[in-house]
């Protein structure tokens, strides 16, 4: 499971995982996006954002497997 943490310390959304590691292989590679909303036209010519403030900031992913956090990472939405 990878959790998306917002800027307000809520999980904005989840992202399931279901793989299988082969006997003998030590480490897996996955990759997981995060989806954001873009504003529309109208908003985006008006306030000339993008995206709206909520998604500005520092956000936290969080992966876990098994229900054990493997990784805690911070990354910031300009």
Request: aromatic content about 12%; hydrophobic content about 40%; overall charge neutral.
């Amino acid at each position: 499971m990878v959790n998306w943490v917002d800027p307000t310390g809520n999980i904005s959304q989840q992202t399931p995982i279901s793989f299988t590691v082969p006997a003998g292989q030590s480490s897996y590679t996955f990759t997981s996006w995060l989806r954001l909303m873009r504003n529309g036209p109208l908003k985006s010519s008006l306030t000339g954002k993008s995206f709206d403030d909520r998604y500005i900031g520092t956000w936290e992913v969080l992966v876990f497997v098994n229900d054990t956090m493997l990784v805690r990472s911070e990354f910031i939405v300009q």
